[in-house]
């Protein structure tokens, strides 16, 4: 996505919890703990992906998408579809979306990814362009008033 940045890749930890489930070190039961609302996220949000999970090999890997943010007010720590993040991306400043992976199958999940997405992120040029485009969309212009400084100098 455009506005994409300080992008933080957890797939080295990702690696190092399956060699330990492997090994043995780690039992099963102890990364395949997705909770029922992470599961229903899953199955109502989630991206599907062509990955086979790693554990079961039963099924494919489902990405979900969890947002955070102060600028998201009540709906911070939710799990929006990939396709609304672009728009959420063109109307807000700053948020961070947290990318986990989960097997609707086994119940395994892992963090793969965070990032930052926002206007904050576009170039000057692209700022512009937004605000004609959100303007546009009609609702919530707000206008300034006429000058009051010349009433206060009275
Ligand atoms: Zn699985």
């Given at each position: 996505m455009r506005t994409q940045r300080q992008t933080v890749d957890y797939s080295l930890q990702r690696r190092v919890v399956l060699r330990d489930v492997r090994n043995g070190r780690i039992g099963t039961l102890e990364?395949?703990?997705?909770?029922?609302?992470?599961?229903?996220a899953a199955t109502f949000h989630g991206e599907p992906?062509?990955?086979r999970?790693?554990?079961?090999?039963?099924?494919?890997?489902?990405?979900?998408?969890y947002v955070y943010g102060d600028e998201l007010k009540q709906s911070a720590g939710q799990?929006?579809?990939l396709a609304e993040l672009p728009s959420l991306a063109?109307?807000?400043?700053e948020f961070q979306v947290f990318v986990v992976e989960v097997c609707r199958s086994c119940s395994w999940n892992h963090l793969i990814e965070r990032f930052v997405l926002g206007r904050d992120g576009l170039t000057t040029d692209e700022t512009l362009q937004t605000?004609?485009?959100v303007s546009s969309g009609g609702g919530g212009s707000r206008r300034n008033g006429p000058s009051h400084s010349g009433e206060a100098r009275r």
């Open positions: 990364v395949c703990d997705a909770s029922p609302y992470l599961r229903n992906t062509e990955v999970c790693p554990i079961c090999r039963r099924e494919n890997l489902t990405l979900v998408h799990a929006r579809k063109m109307t807000l400043r605000e004609a485009m």
